[in-house]
């Protein structure tokens, strides 16, 4: 199945500093990508969408200018958290989209921590 | 956009007997329903998925149906297993769904499934 590799797996950094995290597409092409946010004990929620060559499309109640989306080519979608907060700690996960003989994969998932 | 509801949010049974889950969803024309299960700190791992064009699929002691006119599916494991403890959550489209992906997947809050040795 598609592989998709997100790196790094987990990151603490201090408030106010930026931190990026990649997601890579490693045998397939991906001319979009997706972005999650998971809070402990709850549910995966849709943050933005990732579209190689152009702005991302970010959901409601997500800040497209402290969570900044690049997809400069089709293997490669960065998530930076700019300005971060504690609050912003959470675990960021990736996932490249269905097609029609399989379902979404995941990137192995970020665990930012924000101190 | 679509709204999916599951349940229950935690799920105990003893080891061996079936665990059933359940999700509805609101968007009429979704047409592709896969589940995922997550382990504490890992990423989704998608068990098995359904399209619309079926109304059940089978995957050894995995299986998952789907209602299109009551707008619900369902996963069902069978003889299960310690290793099955997990969170298993439901998945749809906000619309339907054609191949190529072009929208993300909205998720149901989940269900922790706890298999009683």
């Known amino acids: 199945g598609a592989v998709v590799s997100q790196h790094p797996s987990w990151v603490i950094c201090k408030s106010g500093t930026s931190v990026k995290i990649e997601c890579r597409s490693l045998d397939f092409q991906a001319t979009t990508m997706f972005w999650y946010r998971q809070f402990p004990k709850q549910s995966l929620m849709l943050m933005a969408t990732s579209n190689e060559g152009s702005k991302a499309t970010y959901e409601q109640g997500v800040e497209k200018d402290k969570f900044l989306i690049n997809h400069a080519s089709l293997t490669l979608s960065t998530l930076t958290v700019t300005s971060a907060h504690p609050e912003d700690s959470s675990f960021y996960i990736c996932?490249?989209?269905?097609?029609?003989?399989?379902?979404?994969?995941f990137g192995q998932g970020t665990r930012l921590t924000v101190v | 956009g679509e709204n999916v509801e599951q349940h229950p949010s935690t799920l105990s049974v003893q080891e061996g007997d079936s665990a059933v889950i359940k999700c509805t969803y609101s968007d009429s024309a979704s047409n592709y329903f896969p589940w995922y299960k997550q382990e504490l700190g890992k990423r989704p791992q998608l068990i098995i998925d359904i399209r619309s064009n079926v109304g059940e699929k089978k995957d050894q002691r995995i299986a998952v149906t789907l209602n299109k006119t009551a707008k619900h599916f369902s996963l069902h494991i069978t003889e299960t297993q310690p290793e099955d403890s997990a969170v298993y959550f439901c998945a749809a489209p906000p619309r339907g769904y054609s191949g190529g992906g072009a929208d993300g997947l909205t998720f149901g809050k989940g269900t922790h499934l706890i298999i009683q040795p």
């Open positions: 996932s490249a989209p269905p097609s029609r003989s399989q379902g979404a994969f």
